[in-house]
């Protein structure tokens, strides 16, 4: 997986872990609150592109279908190779919600990323790595 997709795939991860904490599903456990930021984010720069935006609903209204994670991931992907400084923005706020795990704050966890590989190829971490 080469690191634009990974970044799409940590994205969009956290959006479906912000609507499963809007849901209830997953209430309380976060305490980083950047996940409306990148959500807000997201909708802007999808604004005008229907495909998008319907992906976008589509995770937020059953958050945890996988062609739906995999749809809106695509889309995410797409929309960064287009507009460098949205990438940059994605990537921060992924960073933050890495950051803040250090914190207390949310986990981007393998349950919540599931089967969502799009490429099949060799992901490379950096950094510290807790798997619990």
Known sequence: ????????????????????????????????TGGARLVARIRERFRGDADAE??????????????????????LAA????????????????????AADGRGGPQVSAALIKNAQVFNEKVEIKGDWNVS
């Open 79 to 98: 929309h960064m190779l287009r507009d460098r400084q949205f990438e940059d923005d994605v990537r921060r706020m992924v960073d933050e919600a890495v």
């Open 1 to 32: 997986m080469d690191p634009l997709t990974a970044i799409a795939a940590a994205g969009v991860a956290l959006v479906v872990k912000g609507a499963l904490e809007a849901t209830g599903q997953e209430a309380g456990r976060s305490g980083w």
């Open 54 to 75: 319907a992906a976008l609903e589509r995770v937020a209204d059953a958050p945890d279908d996988e062609s739906r994670q995999q749809d809106l991931e695509r889309m």
